[in-house]
């Protein structure tokens, strides 16, 4: 089966390790001359946009995308020629936080306090209502922690608008979320109706980019149920086919939802080798009408981003250590890979962690033994 992908980043690149071993073919849109998924397989240097496209995927036998800023139109002029998975109509209402609010509000989801803004006294009257602290959001293309400004005061508010005006698409005012700890749940659902969600996986970010994940936190178990509940109804009215991650807040009041990603997430990376069956396997079952895989945790999964840069390999000395390289040149704030320590529990986890000292620099390490302490 070939599988044409919009975008040939990192998670189309881990969709196609997962693919090849099931026979699957790669065919990757992207307009980066060096998109990290090229050397496996064959690479159309095309923007997402215009006839050519049809072209450039002619022969898939099914489309997807690995990049949430795709133009929604162009998946909804694909699946004219095309069996296109996830939906244009979930690209669609992901690519603008406004509407995603709607959708899980409309579901019963509690979601952060928040208000359309669109000119300086829509701020001021949103920050009113709202209070401090707040965040500054623009409504589309934001993603790691882009296009986000943070007000912890009225006197916030200038600056915020100052940076933040031009952004195409309007913007948003979100109550900051007093939460505990951060969270994600990751689904699939098959062609048929069939839905199966991994465990909660327990997220740490910095700067709005996802540091570490922690899959089968023992911890989270007792949101697993609630957590699913809220996110079961959204797949459904969605007709949702493939693989999701709804990021979420964990509260005193119980869970609060950011936001969905109607793709494979980096939150779930640890799945590759701490699950039965990866994110990214399931996905790829999941639009192609394959049984789907066993969602199970093997053990406690620890996923570690490598941003910027890679560190030195001497971590792959630690027992059970998975590395993953993206291909990527350095740069400040790209994420160029990620290691996965897959261990038997949490305790074995808490026992070994000063190992994992040479997996990245000092200042990372302690905020990762931090991040892991501070929930027991
Ligand atoms: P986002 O781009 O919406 O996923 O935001 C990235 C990160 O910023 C989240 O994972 C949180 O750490 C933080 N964040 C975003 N929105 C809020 C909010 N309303 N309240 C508190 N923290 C937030």
């Known amino acids: ?42 690479h159309q240097i095309s923007d997402w946009s215009g006839e050519h496209l049809i072209e450039a995927l002619a022969g898939c036998d099914r489309v997807t995308f690995d990049f949430e800023n795709v133009p929604a139109h162009t998946l909804t002029q694909l699946t004219d020629h095309f069996n296109v998975a996830p ?13 995603e609010k709607a959708l899980f509000h409309d579901h019963g989801m509690a979601v952060a306090p928040h208000a359309a803004v669109s000119d300086r006294p829509g701020l001021l009257a949103a920050l009113a209502d709202l209070g401090c602290p707040a965040i500054l959001k623009t409504r589309r293309m934001g993603y790691d922690g882009k296009g986000q400004y943070r007000l912890d005061t009225p006197e916030d508010c200038e600056p915020a608008w100052q940076t933040m005006a031009e952004a195409p698409g309007g913007l948003i005012l979100e109550q900051r979320v007093p939460f505990t700890a951060e969270c994600a749940l990751t689904a699939v659902r098959s062609q048929h109706g069939e839905v199966r969600f991994y465990p909660l996986t327990w997220t740490h970010h910095e700067a709005g980019i996802l540091r570490f994940a922690l899959g089968g936190a023992r911890w989270l178990e007792s949101f697993q149920h609630q957590a699913e509940a809220q996110v079961r109804p959204i797949l459904e009215a969605l007709g949702y086919v493939g693989a999701m991650t709804v990021e979420l807040f964990v509260t005193e009041t119980g869970l609060v939802v950011n936001e969905m990603a109607p793709r494979v997430h980096n939150s779930a990376h640890w799945t590759i080798d701490g699950a039965v069956c990866s994110q990214f396997e399931n996905h790829l ?57 897959v261990v038997d529990d949490e305790s074995s986890l808490m026992a070994g962690l000063d190992g994992l000292g040479p997996a990245m620099d000092a200042n990372a390490f302690q905020a990762l033994t931090g991040w892991i302490k501070s929930v027991g």
């Open 1 to 42: 089966m070939r599988i044409g992908v919009l975008g040939g980043g990192q998670l189309a690149r881990m969709l196609a390790l997962a693919g090849h071993p099931l026979g699957m073919s790669f065919v990757f849109v992207d307009p980066a001359a060096d998109a990290c998924a090229q050397s496996l397989g064959q």
């Open 87 to 99: 939906s244009a109509k979930a690209l669609s209402i992901s690519q603008d936080r406004l509407d």
């Open 285 to 341: 079952r999941a639009i192609a009408d394959l049984p789907l895989g066993a969602t199970a945790a093997t053990g406690a999964a620890l996923m570690i981003n490598f941003i910027g840069q890679l560190p030195s390999t001497d971590a792959l000395a630690v027992p059970g250590l998975h590395w993953h390289a993206y291909g990527k040149a350095p740069r400040p704030g790209r994420k160029v890979g990620h290691a996965t320590w």
